[in-house]
């Protein structure tokens, strides 16, 4: 089936940049999406990028992708203690009939 | 605002005491989902309604069920708890399916089995 791999901790200090990968298999994904889930809450959609698209910024986020090597990045700038969550990478794969989800990156941003 | 709203925030079930847990939405969105995620795990989708139609994914066990009665309402009904079946559970919606039909989600159901 359809998998999405993501590394499952990172650690940053306040202020640094924030880099968190994913890498996923179906070359069929039109688009990816990155999501933030707070302690005891559901995910919140950060932002998403469409496939034929290398890069997309949106404020502090940067999203990169590798459609070749089926990669994805989200680069958070200045990270702030409120950035601390766990970030899920996710595919839309069937055209759109399904969602895959990673297994989610814990952020912990230290002071 | 329009929301996904979901009640209760915990649950508390004894085991294989049927539980049903609830969302609606004010979004008007066609799609209806259920998801359950466990400790450090992705949410993984149980059903979904489009419309009125029910989809059942494929390893999804017999013990959930699912009843959309309107629109804006959803739920899930565990017929009899496990110890496994404690876990997150977060409805989400959308408004159609396809490419870029976002999800929103709501805050989940924590539920707990005693």
């Known amino acids: 089936g359809e998998d999405v791999e993501q590394s499952l901790f990172l650690s940053v200090r306040e202020g640094d940049s924030s880099v968190i990968n994913c890498t996923y298999t179906d070359s069929s994904s039109t688009y990816l999406y990155w999501y933030k889930q707070e302690p005891g809450a559901g995910l919140q959609l950060l932002t998403y990028i469409f496939s034929n698209m290398d890069m997309k910024q949106d404020q502090r986020l940067t999203v990169l992708l590798n459609k070749k090597d089926k990669h994805l990045s989200l680069r958070i700038a200045d990270t702030q203690t409120g950035d601390s969550a766990i970030y899920f990478c996710a595919e839309d794969w069937n055209y759109g009939q399904n969602f895959v989800f990673g297994p989610g990156t814990r952020l912990s941003v230290l002071p | 605002d329009a929301m996904v709203i979901q009640n209760p925030r915990y649950q508390v079930t004894q085991f294989g005491k049927p539980v049903t847990l609830s969302c609606s939405q004010t979004?008007?969105?066609?799609?209806m989902y259920w998801y359950q995620q466990k400790s450090s795990q992705a949410p993984k989708l149980l059903f979904h309604?489009?419309?009125?139609?029910?989809?059942n994914e494929a390893d999804t066990p017999d013990n959930f069920q699912s009843r959309r009665p309107n629109t804006s309402f959803c739920f899930l009904d565990i017929r009899s708890p496990g110890l496994g079946d404690a876990a997150m559970y977060l409805c989400?919606?959308?408004?159609?399916?396809?490419?870029?039909?976002?999800?929103?989600f709501g805050s989940g159901t924590q539920l707990s089995v005693l």
């Open positions: 979004l008007n969105h066609n799609v």
């Open positions: 309604y489009y419309d009125k139609d029910f989809n």
């Open positions: 989400a919606t959308s408004r159609e399916q396809g490419t870029n039909e976002k999800l929103f």
